[in-house]
Nanobody, 128 residues
């Protein structure tokens, strides 16, 4: 099975940018559909963005559309979340997740229960 490890979180000012990375080991990332979730203090874990196994299809939460970009580089066994124009409400722990997809073109965006593999999370704090 795959192991996932996020990195790239930190403290950033409003309007700034961060790029999160999700490095996979144990199995090729190309076997999986991927997603980024986030969980703010006292709130449920929520989908931020998802990408299909073949990288062609992406899905975004309405709150991040136009600001965040999910991508994957299967040659490097790494997925990314580019976060721009950050807002205080983006403050959360961000998690990378993977699932064995039925379709190579589909994203899985109904929620955390669709994903079997998770990283440990990385904290993103946006200060005003």
């Amino acid at each position: 099975q795959v192991q996932l490890a996020e990195s790239g979180g930190g403290l950033v000012q409003v309007g700034g940018s961060l790029r999160l990375s999700c490095a996979a080991s144990g199995r090729a990332l190309s076997s999986y559909a991927l997603a980024w979730f986030r969980q703010a203090l006292g709130k449920e874990r929520a989908l931020v963005a998802a990408i299909s196994r073949n990288g062609v299809t992406t899905t975004y939460a309405d709150s991040v559309k136009g600001r965040f970009i999910i991508s994957r580089d299967d040659a490097l066994n790494t997925a990314y979340l580019q976060m721009n124009l950050l807002k205080p409400e983006d403050t959360a722990v961000y998690y990378c997740a993977a699932t064995n997809p039925v379709s190579s073109r589909a994203t899985y965006s109904r929620g955390p229960s669709q994903y079997e593999y998770w990283g440990q999370g990385t904290q993103v704090t946006v200060s005003s």
